[in-house]
């Protein structure tokens, strides 16, 4: 090759080299001058702790390490997160690498100074390996837990695929950590194992776990375990949240009788099978009293659902209620709303409720959603990602698809008891999802007259969000009762679905044009807006003009976009 050539090329990779070094000392500079790094570190760091905060309530995403969100918005990240401890409070550690964890347990509870810190530790055996290698806990990591004990404040052991014949020594190995250590401010602790299928459950004594308990020990979640409770009694008093999803070992209410202080009750998966399940001890005879609860979740079979419900005493105003009744048939439902009533003290008013439907095409399913409080109308966006979680939740699978007529709200002394639409402001009631063409075809989405009756003459009814499929239901309901329907509201959006509306055998323009006729006739006053989302085809201006007639704004989308 030419000489001249190749010092040519060494020539311009050299400035090339040059230029990527002054570019990076420009960005350098340009990161100096921003706003963001002006900042003083302590405004910095509380920006990205609630960040932070905002990540690990959020299921879809994955958390991200402060530092990549801090090196992103100033050069001097470095120096911003060695000087403040609060970036270094959670930790998140896996086998996988288990000496890397120890040291990186140790690095990060040092430059956490004096902040008590929370420590989640899994371990997964190789789903290829069906009996999978023995994986002990690593000794340098239970000696730094032993040794970080008094900083730590929440401990979560989570052992996937797990293995009777491998693991047996599983509560040894956890009964290790706490042994020397000190433990004086854990306050949660969960242990959670995944063990196969078709195996029963492993036994779980606390008090081979535990040499003392913990003294400010609150918070306590089980999964995956068969919990006994004779050995765990003393350990289990005073609980102020207990989360149980495994099998039990003894009364559920002599356990719950154990933390009358309970804020949070969460029970799923229980195979509580056993009649000694549901007895009553001797010194808590009857329902047992849980004053303090502010949230409850019941995920059980259809017996001991109603069990629970008929065993204890639970406040009028929970902040949130999670029940799953599942395979049930309209007296079942009945069963529930009385087991509920005897429960619970008071009638539940929410201000928002959303009805959906899971998407399972074997039976017929309802999710209900209710909100205590609501934003303005005005501000409502469907289908919007971010929501406050609900204050009560009832997830009801209501049998076969051949009953059309199962419905949660049937009669009203199937709930007129427990619940009220009095208050309510914003109705949501949501349809097949767009793959379930079948069941949009089979009309199998009706609600009852009983219930368009009370959502007709709910006096502050703002809005209503209906989707497509329920629209005979609608226009026979408001034929039918006529004048005063809907006293208050102001907001109609129709969302079409896809699979639905390719059914229709008339045109978007002729159903606006029903719909002006019906509604145009029973209305004293225009809604503020009438909305057709997902609208299948783009209307005609006379279609437009009509129905102007009937709302002050129209609007009409293709899209999933919404103003």
Not at 7 to 21: E, G, N, P
Not at 482 to 498: D, H, K, M, N, T
């Amino acid at each position: 090759m030419d000489p001249d050539y190749i010092k040519t090329q060494r020539a311009l990779d050299a400035r090339i080299v040059q230029f990527q070094s002054e570019l990076t000392d420009l960005k350098r500079r340009r990161n100096a001058l921003s706003p963001i790094s002006r900042l003083p570190p302590e405004i910095l760091c509380k920006i990205l702790l609630l960040i932070r905060q905002e990540d690990l309530f959020s299921k879809e995403k994955k958390i991200v390490p402060q530092y990549i969100l801090l090196c992103h918005v100033s050069h001097f990240w470095r120096t911003i997160m060695l000087g403040n401890p609060e970036f270094w409070v959670d930790i998140h550690l896996a086998w996988s690498a288990s000496w890397r964890a120890s040291r990186m347990l140790s690095f990060m509870a040092h430059h956490s100074g004096a902040q008590k810190i929370s420590v989640v530790y899994r371990r997964d055996r190789p789903q290829d390996h069906e009996h999978g290698p023995d994986i002990p806990i690593d000794l340098d990591l239970v000696r730094i837990l032993q040794q970080e004990s008094s900083k730590i404040k929440s401990l979560s052991l989570v052992l996937g695929n797990f293995d009777r014949n491998r693991d047996g020594g599983l509560e040894a190995e956890v009964a290790n950590i706490f042994s020397e250590g000190e433990f004086s401010n854990l306050e949660d602790f969960l242990f959670l194992i995944t063990p196969k299928v078709l195996e029963l459950p492993p036994t779980l004594k606390l008090d081979k776990v535990f040499k003392n308990r913990p003294p400010k020990l609150q918070r306590f979640e089980v999964a995956g375990w068969r919990l006994c409770l004779e050995s765990s009694r003393q350990l289990l008093q005073g609980m102020t949240h207990l989360s149980l999803r495994g099998d039990l070992v003894g009364s559920l209410f002599e356990l719950l009788s154990l933390s009358p202080g309970l804020k949070t009750l969460f029970l799923t998966g229980l195979r509580l099978f056993h009649p000694l399940n549901f007895s009553y001890p001797q010194n808590a005879p009857g329902q047992v009293c849980l004053s303090h609860l502010e949230s409850l979740t019941i995920y059980l079979c259809l017996h001991s659902l109603l069990d629970v419900l008929k065993g204890i005493q639970i406040p009028p105003n929970l902040a949130h209620l999670h029940v799953h009744l599942d395979l049930a048939f309209p007296n079942r439902i009945r069963e529930l709303f009385d087991a509920w009533k005897q429960a619970q003290k008071g009638v539940i008013k929410p201000e928002h409720v959303c009805i959906g439907k899971p998407g399972n095409r074997s039976f017929i399913s309802r999710v209900i959603f209710a909100w205590k409080t609501t934003e303005s109308p005005g501000q409502f966006k469907p289908d919007r990602i971010k929501r406050s979680p609900p204050s009560v939740t009832l997830t009801l699978r209501l049998g076969s698809p051949m009953n059309d007529n199962m419905h949660p709200f049937v009669e009203p002394q199937d709930y007129q008891h427990k619940w009220s639409f009095g208050k309510v402001r914003v109705v949501e009631i949501l349809g097949p999802l767009e793959e379930d063409e079948e069941s949009a075809r089979l009309k199998i989405y009706r609600l009852g007259d009983h219930f368009w009756t009370t959502i007709a003459n709910a006096p502050y009814l703002q809005l209503l969000y209906l989707n497509s499929c329920f629209e005979d239901e609608f226009k026979e309901m408001i034929i039918t009762l006529g004048q005063g329907v809907f006293p208050a509201l102001q907001y109609l959006i129709f969302s079409f679905v896809r699979c639905e509306t390719k059914l229709r055998r008339i045109s978007f323009d002729e159903f606006a044009a029903s719909f002006t006729e019906y509604f145009k006739l029973n209305r004293a006053t225009p809604l503020a807006l009438l909305g057709f989302r997902h609208c299948p085809e783009q209307p005609s201006q006379a279609t437009l003009n009509a129905l102007k007639e009937v709302a002050v704004c129209v609007v009409c989308r293709e899209t999933q976009e919404w103003p």
